[in-house]
T-cell receptor, first 112, second 117 residues
């Protein structure tokens, strides 16, 4: 079993829909990251959070440390949101250069 | 925001040749950079952790003599794929962790697509 599990693996929705992507992890962490990878390959860091909730534009990320669970929400989804969304965690204990442990990614397709 | 660049963005080479990929942090210093490899429709796989001024730390199963990493300055790390073979064809991504920051932020480069013929 992977230390970081995402669901769903694939998600197709219509423009305007509210999107939720889930991430569960099994290790203690210092931080959780949500990343976006477009078809061209480049990766953008969307959020890094260790508690609570963060919002940036139409994107909202939440984390529940006790339940070891995080969600990424997209409101008013748009075709340009189509990408692979990756959850990654920085596990405890902190040891020098901190490695990330990645989920397998969620491929999101928003149809016009 | 912080920017990490990679060069080249894509490269095609013949089997047996060596290819060097550069990773630069453009507006911050990075004591630590990470090199990842990604196969189609798969997640990132950490290859090695590059430390400025010291030897890289390789993940299990990654051949250090094949994937040479040099982190000569606080803004530049290079990955050289030596004697490349078709099975080395992949998408290589670096990330950089700003020096001195108390958080775990990493900034990712745009990636380099390597095709070995």
């Amino acid at each position: 079993k992977n230390e970081v599990e995402q669901s769903p693996q694939n998600l197709t929705a219509q423009e305007g829909e509210f999107i939720t992507i889930n991430c569960s992890y099994s290790v203690g962490i210092s931080a959780l990251h949500w990343l976006q990878q477009h078809p061209g390959g480049g990766i953008v860091s969307l959020f890094m959070l260790s508690s609570g909730k963060k919002k940036h534009g139409r994107l909202i990320a939440t984390i529940n440390i006790q339940e070891k669970h995080s969600s990424l929400h997209i409101t008013a989804s748009h075709p340009r949101d189509s990408a692979v969304y990756i959850c990654a965690v920085s596990p405890f204990p902190l040891q020098g250069a901190q490695k990330l442990v990645f989920g397998q990614g969620t491929r999101l397709t928003i149809n016009p | 925001g912080a920017v990490v660049s990679q060069h080249p963005s894509r490269v095609i080479c013949k089997s047996g040749t060596s290819v060097k990929i550069e990773c630069r942090s453009l507006d911050f210093q990075a004591t630590t950079m990470f090199w990842y490899r990604q196969f189609p429709k798969q997640s990132l796989m950490l290859m090695a952790t590059s430390n400025e001024g010291s030897k890289a730390t390789y993940e299990q199963g990654v051949e250090k003599d094949k994937f040479l990493i040099n982190h000569a300055s606080l803004t530049l790390s290079t990955l050289t794929v030596t004697s490349a073979h078709p099975e080395d064809s992949s998408f290589y991504i670096c990330s950089a962790r700003p020096s001195g920051w108390a958080t775990d932020t990493q900034y990712f480069g745009p990636g380099t697509r390597l095709t070995v013929l």
